[in-house]
């Protein structure tokens, strides 16, 4: 299961964005989330699913490229 829609529901409840303006595949930036906002949203991922995003991964601007990384992470800490 991917976590794209818990991911929109946590922004709208955390910011207010309702889930249809945001698109999967846009830069979260462009909704406003500038880099402190984007690491306080990554810790409440963290806090949410159990799991631990490293700080290295470039590929976290948009809703879709995070939630892939927070399903393979679900999924190790599973296995």
């Known amino acids: 299961m991917s976590s794209l829609k818990e991911l929109q529901d946590l922004i709208q409840e955390k910011y207010g964005i309702p ?14 989330l ?12 963290e806090d949410k699913f159990g799991i631990e995003v490293p700080d290295d991964n ?3 601007d948009t809703l879709a490229e995070l939630a892939a990384l ?10």
């Open 34 to 45: 500038d880099s402190l906002a984007l690491a306080e949203f990554i810790f409440e991922i």
């Open 58 to 60: 470039p590929n976290i």
């Open 19 to 32: 889930s249809s303006e945001l698109d999967p595949h846009a830069s979260m930036r462009e909704k406003g």
């Open 70 to 79: 927070v399903d393979k992470m679900r999924a190790a800490k599973v296995a």
